[in-house]
């Protein structure tokens, strides 16, 4: 195609113009869009393809479930909402069991256990690969005085405000590189974290209530997914590579890639928070696990650009910056 997923998303966006009905708050160019309808409705969609995301001989069908539902409760959560409602669209091969199905909905059920979605129905349609859309709905929990849902969005960031993420980052990418040589036992963890991430709902929605008003989701990477923030914001942004919290096993599995793994590996489906000190602060101290800082927005003639950096001050590059669905990929996620 020639066109990048960012770049092909912008000429949509071109396309179809700015919202001209009311209702709708945030749009494209968010991780879910957000509108009034009697209450506040969040929703998202996202898609997983065979041969793209995932490989289905070589992964168990509640594990596909799980993880399709998790990518977009993670929108939500990246939102400061809460998930609700989903409708699944599966397009099915003929070579496909009925078995094979129910366990990829038995992943879907115990996903939405987990996190309080429903799924309420969806369509099948016969296709020539298998794929599965999802579609999710959710609801602001944080309101301002006037009942106006209080958001996390990525255009909200300010010069100062600090960069923090939650969890650790880089299991995901080391669990996918491990499964893609057979290795699933020796660092099961791992391949857990990559098959069955868990969104943080809870970190989101602690954000909104303490202050926080800019936030993303890791799925395509931290580097890219914080260029989304930048250019949404108009800043730049510094991360300290010595600051990132490396997943530890990730570090053990792959010493020489850890910090690449961490800020370029995606899915990991922690949430990157921006904003004030203080309000990261109020952050941590309603979490069991409390945040990380890893760095600071820049203003000025800094650019748009997301600038990792080492103990020295230097500049730290990579080959890519973190998953493009549209350019040419190494791996099957």
């Known amino acids: 195609m020639g066109t990048g997923e960012f770049q092909l998303i912008e000429r949509v966006r071109r396309v179809l113009g700015a919202a001209v009905d009311a209702r709708l708050i945030a749009g494209i160019g968010d991780d879910a869009a957000v509108w009034r309808t009697g209450g506040w409705t969040i929703a998202t969609t996202d898609t997983m393809v065979d041969g793209v995301h995932f490989r289905r001989q070589g992964v168990q069908a509640d594990a596909i479930g799980w993880k399709a539902l998790a990518?977009?409760?993670s929108d939500i959560a990246a939102m400061g909402g809460a998930p609700s409602f989903a409708l699944v669209t599966l397009f099915l091969p003929q070579d496909v069991e009925p078995e094979w199905v129910e366990a990829l909905y038995?992943?879907?059920?115990?996903?939405?256990e987990a996190y309080g979605v429903t799924v309420a129905g969806g369509d099948v349609v016969a296709a020539p690969v298998l794929a599965v859309t999802v579609a999710l709905c959710g609801e602001p929990v944080v309101f301002d005085a006037s009942g106006a849902p209080l958001l996390l969005r990525r255009d909200a960031a300010r010069?100062?405000?600090a960069?923090?993420?939650?969890?650790?980052?880089?299991g995901s990418a080391a669990g996918l590189r491990l499964l893609l040589r057979?290795?699933?036992g020796a660092r099961a963890g791992l391949a857990e974290r990559h098959r069955r991430p868990r969104p943080r709902v809870d970190?989101?929605?602690a954000a909104v209530r303490a202050g926080v008003r800019c936030g993303i989701d890791v799925s395509d990477g931290l580097l890219q997914d914080l260029g989304h923030i930048c250019a949404a914001s108009g800043l730049g942004a510094t991360v300290r590579a010595g600051a990132l919290p490396v997943d530890a096993a990730a570090a053990a599995a792959f010493p020489d890639e850890a910090i690449e793994l961490a800020a370029t590996g995606g899915e990991d489906y922690e949430l990157v928070l921006i904003g004030p000190q203080a309000a990261l602060d109020a952050t941590s101290q309603a979490l069991a696990a409390p945040l990380c800082v890893i760095?600071?927005?820049r203003g000025?003639?800094?650019?748009?650009?997301?600038?990792?950096?080492?103990?020295?001050?230097?500049?730290?590059s990579f080959e890519r910056r973190g998953w493009d669905h549209l350019a040419r990929a190494k791996e099957t996620r």
Not at 163 to 170: D, M
């Open 71 to 73: 990518a977009n409760v």
């Open 159 to 161: 010069a100062g405000d």
């Open 106 to 112: 038995a992943g879907f059920r115990a996903c939405g």
């Open 295 to 297: 760095g600071e927005m």
């Open 203 to 205: 970190a989101g929605e």
């Open 300 to 316: 000025g003639d800094a650019g748009r650009d997301v600038q990792l950096v080492d103990d020295d001050g230097r500049e730290l």
């Open 163 to 170: 960069i923090a993420v939650t969890g650790t980052l880089g």
């Open 182 to 184: 057979g290795d699933d």
